[in-house]
Protein backbone atom coordinates (compact mmCIF):
# COMPACT_ATOMS: atom_id res chain seq x y z
CA UNK A 1 0.00 0.00 0.00
CA UNK A 2 2.05 2.87 -1.57
CA UNK A 3 -0.31 5.41 -0.50
CA UNK A 4 0.15 8.66 -2.93
CA UNK A 5 3.16 8.71 -5.55
CA UNK A 6 4.86 11.21 -7.26
CA UNK A 7 7.10 11.57 -9.95
CA UNK A 8 9.82 12.81 -10.79
CA UNK A 9 11.23 13.76 -7.13
CA UNK A 10 12.81 16.65 -8.64
CA UNK A 11 13.12 18.54 -12.13
CA UNK A 12 15.20 21.24 -13.52
CA UNK A 13 13.43 22.98 -16.96
CA UNK A 14 14.52 25.87 -19.21
CA UNK A 15 12.03 28.77 -20.04
CA UNK A 16 9.31 27.63 -21.67
CA UNK A 17 9.70 24.37 -21.54
CA UNK A 18 6.62 21.63 -20.79
CA UNK A 19 6.69 18.87 -18.65
CA UNK A 20 3.99 16.64 -16.50
CA UNK A 21 3.58 15.93 -13.16
CA UNK A 22 2.36 12.57 -12.11
CA UNK A 23 0.75 11.55 -9.56
CA UNK A 24 -0.95 8.17 -8.47
CA UNK A 25 -3.27 6.63 -5.22
CA UNK A 26 -4.34 3.17 -3.91
CA UNK A 27 -6.72 4.26 -1.84
CA UNK A 28 -9.75 4.69 -3.87
CA UNK A 29 -10.00 7.58 -3.06
CA UNK A 30 -12.81 9.83 -4.94
CA UNK A 31 -11.02 13.15 -4.94
CA UNK A 32 -7.49 14.26 -5.87
CA UNK A 33 -5.89 17.46 -5.38
CA UNK A 34 -2.37 19.73 -6.73
CA UNK A 35 -0.82 22.27 -4.89
CA UNK A 36 2.42 23.97 -4.55
CA UNK A 37 4.49 25.35 -1.69
CA UNK A 38 6.49 28.42 -1.95
CA UNK A 39 8.77 29.73 0.90
CA UNK A 40 7.04 31.19 3.84
CA UNK A 41 3.32 29.89 2.91
CA UNK A 42 1.35 27.70 3.34
CA UNK A 43 -0.43 25.40 0.05
CA UNK A 44 -1.87 26.89 -2.49
CA UNK A 45 -4.53 25.28 -4.27
CA UNK A 46 -3.86 24.60 -8.26
CA UNK A 47 -6.70 22.41 -9.88
CA UNK A 48 -8.83 19.52 -7.96
CA UNK A 49 -10.93 16.57 -8.79
CA UNK A 50 -13.47 16.23 -6.43
CA UNK A 51 -14.64 12.77 -8.42
CA UNK A 52 -13.14 10.62 -11.77
CA UNK A 53 -14.23 12.85 -14.69
CA UNK A 54 -14.70 16.04 -12.89
CA UNK A 55 -11.89 19.26 -12.68
CA UNK A 56 -11.56 22.63 -11.24
CA UNK A 57 -9.82 25.26 -10.95
CA UNK A 58 -8.00 26.29 -7.39
CA UNK A 59 -6.71 29.50 -5.76
CA UNK A 60 -3.96 29.28 -8.22
CA UNK A 61 -4.71 27.94 -12.07
CA UNK A 62 -3.00 29.61 -14.51
CA UNK A 63 -0.22 28.49 -16.54
CA UNK A 64 -1.07 24.85 -15.76
CA UNK A 65 -3.48 22.13 -16.69
CA UNK A 66 -4.94 18.50 -15.44
CA UNK A 67 -5.95 15.53 -16.22
CA UNK A 68 -8.12 13.10 -14.36
CA UNK A 69 -6.76 9.91 -16.17
CA UNK A 70 -8.71 7.42 -13.64
CA UNK A 71 -9.84 7.17 -10.36
CA UNK A 72 -6.34 6.45 -9.19
CA UNK A 73 -4.14 9.04 -11.23
CA UNK A 74 -4.04 12.79 -11.52
CA UNK A 75 -1.63 14.61 -13.83
CA UNK A 76 -0.31 18.19 -13.90
CA UNK A 77 0.88 19.68 -17.00
CA UNK A 78 2.99 23.07 -17.54
CA UNK A 79 2.57 23.89 -20.85
CA UNK A 80 5.18 26.76 -21.20
CA UNK A 81 7.64 26.88 -17.99
CA UNK A 82 7.76 30.23 -16.27
CA UNK A 83 10.36 31.37 -13.13
CA UNK A 84 7.59 31.85 -11.46
CA UNK A 85 6.53 28.51 -11.48
CA UNK A 86 9.54 27.25 -9.08
CA UNK A 87 8.08 25.60 -6.50
CA UNK A 88 7.53 22.42 -4.86
CA UNK A 89 4.49 20.49 -5.95
CA UNK A 90 2.29 18.29 -3.75
CA UNK A 91 -0.19 15.98 -4.66
CA UNK A 92 -3.12 14.90 -2.39
CA UNK A 93 -6.09 12.55 -2.34
CA UNK A 94 -9.45 12.00 0.10
CA UNK A 95 -12.31 10.43 0.18
CA UNK A 96 -15.45 12.76 0.26
CA UNK A 97 -14.00 15.47 1.67
CA UNK A 98 -12.21 14.36 4.36
CA UNK A 99 -8.80 14.08 5.56
CA UNK A 100 -6.16 14.36 2.31
CA UNK A 101 -3.22 12.28 2.02
CA UNK A 102 -0.49 13.85 0.65
CA UNK A 103 3.09 12.36 -1.56
CA UNK A 104 5.82 13.43 -1.42
CA UNK A 105 6.38 16.04 -3.35
CA UNK A 106 7.98 17.32 -6.28
CA UNK A 107 10.83 19.84 -6.52
CA UNK A 108 10.58 21.85 -9.65
CA UNK A 109 13.05 24.63 -10.64
CA UNK A 110 12.84 26.79 -13.67
CA UNK A 111 15.59 28.61 -14.84
CA UNK B 1 -7.20 33.70 -0.55
CA UNK B 2 -5.83 31.68 2.24
CA UNK B 3 -8.65 31.69 4.84
CA UNK B 4 -6.22 30.30 7.60
CA UNK B 5 -3.84 32.40 9.37
CA UNK B 6 -1.95 30.80 12.10
CA UNK B 7 -0.27 32.51 15.48
CA UNK B 8 2.79 32.54 16.39
CA UNK B 9 4.40 32.15 13.16
CA UNK B 10 7.55 30.93 14.54
CA UNK B 11 7.88 29.05 18.43
CA UNK B 12 10.80 27.76 20.20
CA UNK B 13 10.19 25.73 23.03
CA UNK B 14 11.86 23.27 25.65
CA UNK B 15 11.34 19.32 25.46
CA UNK B 16 8.48 18.30 27.88
CA UNK B 17 7.10 21.84 27.25
CA UNK B 18 3.76 22.24 26.05
CA UNK B 19 3.37 24.02 22.67
CA UNK B 20 -0.38 25.60 21.91
CA UNK B 21 -0.85 27.50 18.74
CA UNK B 22 -3.73 29.39 17.12
CA UNK B 23 -5.64 29.50 13.87
CA UNK B 24 -7.99 32.25 12.68
CA UNK B 25 -10.36 31.99 9.30
CA UNK B 26 -12.57 34.32 7.98
CA UNK B 27 -16.11 32.41 6.53
CA UNK B 28 -18.39 29.60 7.77
CA UNK B 29 -16.45 26.17 7.95
CA UNK B 30 -17.93 22.72 7.74
CA UNK B 31 -14.58 21.07 9.32
CA UNK B 32 -11.24 22.28 10.29
CA UNK B 33 -8.35 20.10 9.80
CA UNK B 34 -4.26 19.97 11.27
CA UNK B 35 -1.81 18.78 9.25
CA UNK B 36 1.86 18.73 9.84
CA UNK B 37 5.68 18.78 7.79
CA UNK B 38 8.48 17.94 8.36
CA UNK B 39 11.39 19.60 7.01
CA UNK B 40 11.98 18.68 3.12
CA UNK B 41 8.35 16.14 3.08
CA UNK B 42 4.50 16.27 2.30
CA UNK B 43 2.25 17.20 4.98
CA UNK B 44 0.51 14.42 7.22
CA UNK B 45 -2.85 14.60 9.02
CA UNK B 46 -3.49 14.90 12.46
CA UNK B 47 -6.73 15.60 13.28
CA UNK B 48 -10.31 16.74 12.04
CA UNK B 49 -12.54 19.01 13.84
CA UNK B 50 -16.19 19.58 12.48
CA UNK B 51 -17.86 22.74 12.91
CA UNK B 52 -20.28 21.21 15.64
CA UNK B 53 -17.56 19.93 18.01
CA UNK B 54 -15.57 21.63 20.23
CA UNK B 55 -12.72 20.17 21.83
CA UNK B 56 -11.35 17.06 19.70
CA UNK B 57 -8.16 15.02 21.83
CA UNK B 58 -5.71 12.44 19.76
CA UNK B 59 -2.92 11.46 21.85
CA UNK B 60 -0.74 14.63 22.66
CA UNK B 61 -2.73 16.92 20.67
CA UNK B 62 -5.76 18.41 22.20
CA UNK B 63 -7.86 20.86 19.48
CA UNK B 64 -10.36 23.22 20.47
CA UNK B 65 -13.03 24.89 18.21
CA UNK B 66 -14.74 28.32 18.43
CA UNK B 67 -17.05 29.15 15.87
CA UNK B 68 -18.19 32.28 17.19
CA UNK B 69 -14.98 33.96 17.54
CA UNK B 70 -13.22 31.72 14.19
CA UNK B 71 -10.72 30.59 15.47
CA UNK B 72 -8.97 27.12 16.36
CA UNK B 73 -6.14 25.66 18.50
CA UNK B 74 -3.75 23.17 18.44
CA UNK B 75 -2.00 22.10 22.09
CA UNK B 76 0.79 19.54 21.94
CA UNK B 77 1.50 18.39 25.78
CA UNK B 78 4.95 17.00 26.77
CA UNK B 79 6.42 17.82 23.53
CA UNK B 80 9.79 15.69 21.99
CA UNK B 81 12.48 16.57 19.69
CA UNK B 82 10.04 14.25 17.18
CA UNK B 83 7.67 17.39 17.15
CA UNK B 84 10.12 19.89 15.36
CA UNK B 85 8.42 20.51 12.14
CA UNK B 86 5.73 23.25 10.83
CA UNK B 87 2.13 22.96 11.75
CA UNK B 88 -0.66 24.18 8.95
CA UNK B 89 -4.34 24.44 9.69
CA UNK B 90 -6.80 23.91 6.87
CA UNK B 91 -10.60 24.81 6.68
CA UNK B 92 -13.18 22.85 4.78
CA UNK B 93 -16.34 24.90 3.48
CA UNK B 94 -19.33 22.35 3.45
CA UNK B 95 -20.30 22.63 -0.48
CA UNK B 96 -17.21 21.31 -1.65
CA UNK B 97 -14.23 19.02 -1.13
CA UNK B 98 -11.34 21.38 -0.92
CA UNK B 99 -9.67 22.69 1.93
CA UNK B 100 -7.94 26.19 2.51
CA UNK B 101 -4.35 26.50 4.47
CA UNK B 102 -2.50 28.46 6.14
CA UNK B 103 0.97 29.73 5.92
CA UNK B 104 1.62 27.85 9.43
CA UNK B 105 3.48 27.77 12.42
CA UNK B 106 7.35 26.50 12.92
CA UNK B 107 7.86 24.50 15.97
CA UNK B 108 11.37 23.81 17.73
CA UNK B 109 11.61 22.07 20.41
CA UNK B 110 14.88 21.74 21.65
CA UNK B 111 16.54 19.37 23.69
Known amino acids: NAGVTQTPKFQVLKTGQSMTLQCAQDMNHNSMYWYRQDPGMGLRLIYY???????DKGEVPNGYNVSRLNKREFSLRLESAAPSQTSVYFC??????????FGPGTRLTVL | SQQGEEDPQALSIQEGENATMNCSYKTSINNLQWYRQNSGRGLVHLILIRSNEREKHSGRLRVTLDTSKKSSSLLITASRAADTASYFCATGLSNDYKLSFGAGTTVTVRA
Open chain 1, 92 to 101: ASSYRGNEQF
Open chain 1, 49 to 55: SASEGTT
